[in-house]
């Protein structure tokens, strides 16, 4: 049975579970895991602290029966954990959860798009930044070649999976790509959704003046075509959704520093490690692992979990500024996973 939970403060439901399962990526996103700080002698977590997917698989029900209805795996890079379709096969199968979804650089879907598809998956986000070759390379930090993202796009396609794309907007590196990358998706039928660039971490050298806004986006892609604004698909979305007049395609924005939305915010994020953070700017996590793996009922869980939750203060962006920013001891987007 579902007890759900809802934080008073905000009157927020916790409706949303983001799991990391993996803190590695083949990446080194500028914005994310830049590679002056995230070199080859970077030390990742160890095999035996990440959750076990029996692990994941346990807590999600938890979750699940205090009111989470969607889950989306993400990382790090998620598809280099070995197996998930099998993971994805034991979350389909938890009462009351009605959306799993899968965010990833789509380097890896072309071998398992199908039998991601297969498991129970019904959608991925890929990541792509740019389209322009030398663009791409300098936002992902890899030599990677666009082409890797579009093959797994379409492998994605093909294997019946939905799929959006999401652009990850830092003036000055890919902004320019903002018409091209519009264009591009329009003319394949695929949602395109602007993210604003983020001071998540303590890595990624943020300042405001690398923020490209959501009304600036808005303006410029209104120049293909006039944007009509849609209602919000259910309550706490996070992009702001609109559509070519006269089109299907849809455009989003994630405005989360000019707009924000800390309230209705109602997304719990879960480390690879088994720590539960109830926001992406949070300086530290509960240990969710510790507890399972000391005996702990699924009761005691439950209560553990609500107790987190119900007392939680968090509206971070609502809050930004330029020396929170900087000074605060932010963990990584890497491994709380976006
Ligand atoms: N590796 C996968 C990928 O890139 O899709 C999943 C993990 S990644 C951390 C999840 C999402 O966070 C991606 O869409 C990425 O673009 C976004 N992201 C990472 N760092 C960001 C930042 N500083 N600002 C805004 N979005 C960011
Ligand atoms: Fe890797 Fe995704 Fe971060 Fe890029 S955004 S470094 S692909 S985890
Ligand atoms: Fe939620 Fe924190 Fe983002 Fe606000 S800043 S929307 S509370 S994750």
């Known amino acids: ?67 989470v209805k969607k ?60 389209l322009d070759t030398e663009v791409f390379q300098e936002m992902s930090g890899r030599k990677t070649k666009p082409d890797a993202v579009l093959s797994g796009i379409d492998a994605a396609t093909e294997a019946g999976l939905g799929v959006k794309v999401n652009m990850v907007v830092r003036k000055g590196v890919n902004d320019q790509e903002v018409i091209p990358m519009a264009r591009y998706c329009k003319e394949k039928g695929l949602t395109l959704r602007f993210i604003e660039f983020m001071d998540v971490g303590q890595t990624n050298g943020w300042d405001f003046s690398q923020v490209v806004s959501k009304k600036e986006l808005h303006e410029r892609v209104s120049q293909i075509a006039p944007l009509e604004a849609l209602e919000p698909n259910y309550f706490g979305e996070v992009a702001s ?30 480390s690879a490690d088994g720590k539960l953070f109830t926001c992406l700017f949070s300086e530290t996590g ?18 553990w979990i609500s107790a987190i939750w119900e007392k939680r203060e968090d509206r971070y962006s609502e809050l930004r500024t330029e020396e929170s920013a900087r000074h605060r001891k932010k963990i990584e987007m890497s491994y709380i996973g976006g």
């Open 286 to 303: 509960s240990d969710l692992r510790t507890i399972m793996r000391n005996g702990a009922t699924d009761a005691r869980i439950r209560e």
């Open 71 to 130: 889950i989306r795996l993400t990382g790090g890079e998620p598809l280099l954990r070995k197996d998930v379709p099998t993971l994805i096969a034991s979350l389909t199968n938890i009462d009351g959860i009605e959306d799993i979804a899968l965010t990833t650089n789509a380097v890896m879907l072309p071998k398992q798009a199908k039998p991601l598809y297969e498991a129970g998956l019904e959608r991925v986000n890929v990541s792509l930044d740019a």
């Open 1 to 67: 049975m579902t007890t759900p939970v809802v934080n008073d403060q905000l009157a927020r439901p916790l409706q949303d579970l983001r799991i990391s399962i993996m803190d590695r990526c083949n990446f080194r996103c500028t914005y994310c895991m830049p590679k002056e700080i995230f070199g080859d002698d970077h030390v990742f977590l160890p095999e035996e602290e990440l959750l076990s997917f029996e692990e994941i698989t346990r807590a999600a029900e938890q979750f699940a029966a205090l009111g």
């Open 241 to 270: 959704r609109y559509r070519y007049v006269n089109s299907d395609v849809e455009i989003g924005f994630i405005s989360s520093v000019t707009e924000t939305f800390c309230s209705s915010c109602t997304r719990a994020r879960l």
